[in-house]
């Protein structure tokens, strides 16, 4: 907002001058103005369209102090010789020293001056005299120099350069011409559209400053999305553009028979443990599945049977796992360790379903949220992170199919090359871990888990044993913490966070290649 002010007095100036000639050299119309002054007087001016300028740029040369010396005095060989002309029996170096009063210029000088055949030794090995009279080409060159900052001979300036008498400097000046709207006076330039300046007509004859798209917005005192919740939005997008629906995952406490039993994971499963699971003390216990909402129609009863039966003496064509199943066991609470509680819990209900043909119709369900998992919290695990989880129900599904969706899926998010290692879950089979070679790692690296679940778990909810169900799952931490190179976990998460960091985080993209 340089309004007026010396940027303002200058730009009048060079205004005026630009009347009396057209163009003008900067340096030559106003030597003693400052770079910065300048080139903001001429920006001022040529956004009005005043004047345009172009910038030139050349290189001066500069004497350096001992050039300054040698301008002022002579060069040191011209000094060594005055010295000796004037001493008849010649000097010692001491002497010599004395006479010019500088050890250095007497060094360097009589070394020189030798080279140029102006001095010798006598017989006492004293330095003298050996020429008339000499010519002083360095003392001449310097000059030039001073009085004009360059040098005719492009030698001269190497020369000169090497032996540190000068120094180059990169000189920006500005040719400056009249432009399209060139005119004496500077007109106020509005930078609002008031209400008077309609009403009087003002606007029709004022100046508006034109809008600087080049300036950089003020910082804005705003909320900022976490970095999990931009990768989040990411996945979503994805899961959305493949024809999923989102599960309702809005609960953070489950049974152990959503949790566990449902999914066909024994009651001794070291899963189960303490160590791995965190159980809720009060209340201890849930309800009976299906108990806590009447208006619900299906048989909770007969599932709740069912999954019984499976464990304790196998049904649907399985032998079970034949140990006593505790009802206990599956109504204590848990923080859920996973979200295919949820699917679980969302498979049931379209066993209930039915399509045109009278059964359960093919479904793509998906979800991404928080689960916990008691482990000791290091680096690279916190007691609790985020899943991604999807699930595919539909008839006669293949693991060729699943393998095929897993490459689609993940190569929606630029992971391709997808490797799988066989696996065991006990809600699916096969169970396979994902793979993918990570560049930045230059290592393979787990991306997920997946699988096709188990005739036990799906046909104890009463799904047609034709219809087929996928299911995958993966953290949303991991690929987070890829793309923003984060490389511990409490720096994603928890008290330690940096919400500098968070504030200014960008965007994230998923690349697709
Ligand atoms: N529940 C699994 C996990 O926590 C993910 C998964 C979901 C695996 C569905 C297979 C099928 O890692």
């Given at each position: 907002a340089t309004t007026d002010g010396s940027s303002g007095h200058?730009?009048?100036?060079?205004?005026?001058?630009?009347?009396?000639?057209?163009?003008?050299?900067?340096?030559?119309?106003?030597?003693?103005?400052?770079?910065?002054e300048v080139k903001a007087a001429l920006d001022r001016l040529a956004s009005r369209e005043m004047i345009n300028y172009d910038t030139i740029e050349r290189e001066e040369a500069i004497l350096e102090p001992e050039g300054e010396q040698i301008a002022a005095n002579g060069s040191h060989e011209a000094r060594v010789f005055e010295a000796l002309r004037q001493a008849m029996d010649g000097l010692t170096l001491q002497e010599?020293?004395?006479?010019?009063?500088?050890?250095?210029?007497?060094?360097?000088?009589q070394s020189k001056a030798?080279?140029?055949?102006?001095?010798?030794?006598?017989?006492?090995?004293?330095?003298?005299?050996?020429a008339e009279s000499i010519k002083d080409v360095t003392s001449e060159q310097i000059q030039t120099i001073k009085t004009t900052r360059t040098h005719?001979?492009?030698?001269?300036?190497?020369?000169?350069?090497?032996?540190?008498?000068i120094r180059m400097q990169k000189i920006i000046s500005f040719k400056i011409h009249k432009g399209p709207k060139f005119a004496l006076k500077i007109a106020k330039e509005e930078t609002d559209l008031t209400a008077d300046m309609i009403a009087s007509g003002a606007w029709?004859?004022?100046?508006?400053?034109p809008y600087n798209f080049k300036a950089l917005g003020a910082d804005q005192n705003a909320g900022a999305l976490h970095p999990l919740n931009k990768v989040r939005h990411e996945f979503r997008q994805i899961f959305f553009e493949m024809g999923f629906e989102e599960m309702p995952t809005n609960k953070f406490v489950e049974s152990g028979f959503w949790n566990f039993d449902a999914l066909f994971v024994p009651q001794q499963?070291?899963?189960?443990?303490?160590?791995?699971?965190?159980?809720?003390?009060?209340?201890?216990?849930?309800?009976?599945?299906?108990?806590?909402?009447p208006d619900d129609k299906q048989d909770y009863e007969e599932y709740w049977n069912n999954v019984r039966q499976v464990h304790e003496t196998g049904k649907f064509g399985s032998i079970g796992y034949r140990y006593p199943w505790s009802p206990e066991e599956s109504l204590r609470l848990v923080?859920?360790?996973?979200?295919?509680?949820?699917?679980?819990?969302?498979?049931?209900?379209?066993?209930?379903?039915?399509?045109?043909?009278?059964?359960?119709?093919?479904?793509?369900?998906?979800?991404i949220d928080r689960v916990f998992r008691n482990e000791t919290v290091d680096a690279t695990h916190l007691a609790e992170f985020h899943q991604v989880e999807g699930v595919i129900a539909d008839y006669n599904l293949t693991l060729g199919g699943l393998m095929e969706f897993m490459d689609v899926f993940f190569g929606k998010m630029g992971i391709t090359d997808l490797m799988y290692k066989p696996a065991y879950n006990p809600y699916t089979e096969p169970s396979m871990e994902i793979f993918s070679y990570h560049k930045g790692l230059n290592k393979l690296v787990e991306i997920g888990n997946s699988g096709m679940f188990r005739p036990e778990m799906l046909e104890s909810m009463g799904l047609p044993k034709d219809m087929k169900v996928y299911g995958w799952g993966l953290s949303l931490e991991r690929p987070t913490m890829i793309?923003?190179?984060?490389?511990?976990?409490?720096?994603?998460?928890g008290h330690k966070v940096d919400l500098n960091f968070i504030e200014r985080n960008p965007a994230v993209r998923l690349e697709k290649d």
């Open positions: 200058l730009a009048l100036q060079i205004l005026h001058a630009l009347s009396e000639s057209d163009p003008i050299l900067s340096q030559e119309a106003f030597p003693k103005s400052s770079f910065a010599l020293e004395k006479a010019i009063g500088d050890k250095n210029v007497a060094k360097v000088g030798f080279k140029e055949k102006w001095i010798s030794r006598t017989k006492e090995g004293k330095f003298k005299a050996a005719p001979d492009a030698k001269v300036i190497a020369d000169l350069k090497k032996r540190k008498l029709k004859t004022a100046t508006f400053k499963h070291p899963a189960r443990d303490l160590q791995d699971t965190f159980y809720i003390s009060d209340p201890k216990q849930a309800s009976k599945p299906g108990a806590a909402s923080l859920r360790t996973h979200t295919t509680a949820i699917s679980t819990a969302m498979l049931y209900k379209l066993a209930a379903r039915k399509g045109p043909d009278g059964r359960p119709p093919p479904a793509r369900y998906f979800s793309k923003y190179g984060i490389s511990n976990i409490r720096e994603l998460l």
